[in-house]
């Protein structure tokens, strides 16, 4: 990456490689502390959520390059490789967008609730390395058969659904794997979307996977796909396993809502009608 930014003439004040989000954390507070206002990050989805919280309504620049098992968050801001990752840096814009809000911590794309958030926590990082978004499908086999459904309560506003399911989708972004959770959903619509399927059975646990791997989930029979500006409250019984980013997160009971404009990024020069 150092290389991409040095061949388009970004001046770079240091690049590090790090073992751990704990030590990429440390690495990001001390470029801020230098008033280094635009840091890039490399890393997927789960590694962008975990700085989210420090450039929150600050001054600093997130640069995000897709370099992760999932990158929805990147392919949101119109960013699909390296290369324009590192145009973004050199000859793209600034922009603000929004963040998502769990329980008080700030996050950047999309969370899970039941079987997918199941997966994704206990997927090995290790296996992510060697096979890449295959992982998922391998780590799934075992706990899609194990599975139970749960009940799950979403309120918002004076509204309420109320769903037997096995998993939920909360999205602040636009992309849920290489698809869009929601036609109109965007990074900076001020909005979380909601995906739940009224369904129990194995078979619909597999038929929702193949439906949001094509982008056709909305098409489902008993699908809920919403979205809202307000504070959403999800309850389940029993209690669920929620993934944030495809990183664990506790268990349900849990609060969702936006952060407008929360966000500084750098995007693409040339941007698609979805991306902020
Ligand atoms: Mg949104």
């Avoid at 502390?33 to 700085?51: A, E, L, N």
């Avoid at 999932?70 to 324009?84: H, K, M, Q, V």
């Avoid at 603000?96 to 997918?116: E, I, K, P, Q, W």
């Avoid at 194990?146 to 309120?155: E, M, S, V």
Wanted: hydrophobic content about 40%; glycine content about 8%.
């Amino acid at each position: 990456m150092p290389r991409l930014l040095r061949e388009r003439g970004v001046p770079i004040a240091g690049a590090e490689l790090l073992d751990s989000r704990e030590q990429l954390v440390k690495a990001v507070r001390r470029a801020m502390k230098s008033k280094i206002r635009r840091i890039v990050v490399c890393g997927g989805d789960g590694t962008q959520t975990s700085v989210v919280p420090h450039f929150a309504k600050r001054r600093y620049t997130l640069c995000v390059v897709p370099a992760g098992t999932g990158n929805s968050f990147a392919l949101g801001l119109g960013i699909d490789s390296f290369e324009s990752a590192a145009d973004a840096v050199a000859f793209g814009n600034e922009r603000r967008v929004d963040l998502g809000v769990v329980n008080g911590t700030y996050f950047a794309n999309f969370l899970t609730v039941g079987l997918s958030a199941q997966v994704a926590n206990e997927t090995p990082r290790s296996l992510k390395s060697i096979v890449g978004p295959a992982a998922y499908a391998v780590s799934a086999v075992v706990p899609l058969l194990l599975h139970r459904p749960f009940r799950a309560d979403i309120r918002w506003k004076r509204h309420r659904v109320r769903s037997k399911t096995h998993q939920i989708i909360l999205a602040n972004g636009r992309f849920y794997g290489h698809t869009p959770l929601s036609k109109d959903a965007t990074l900076s619509d001020g909005r979380i979307t909601v995906f739940v399927r009224d369904r129990t059975s194995t078979m619909s646990v597999v038929e929702t996977y193949v439906a949001l791997l094509r982008g056709a989930q909305a098409n489902l029979s008993g699908v809920d796909l919403w979205s809202t500006s307000k504070t959403i409250r999800l309850k389940t019984k029993p209690k669920a396993p929620v993934s944030v980013d495809g990183c664990e997160f506790g268990n349900t009971p849990i609060r969702i809502r936006v952060a407008r404009r929360a966000l500084r990024v750098m995007v693409p020069a040339c941007t698609e009608a979805h991306t902020p």
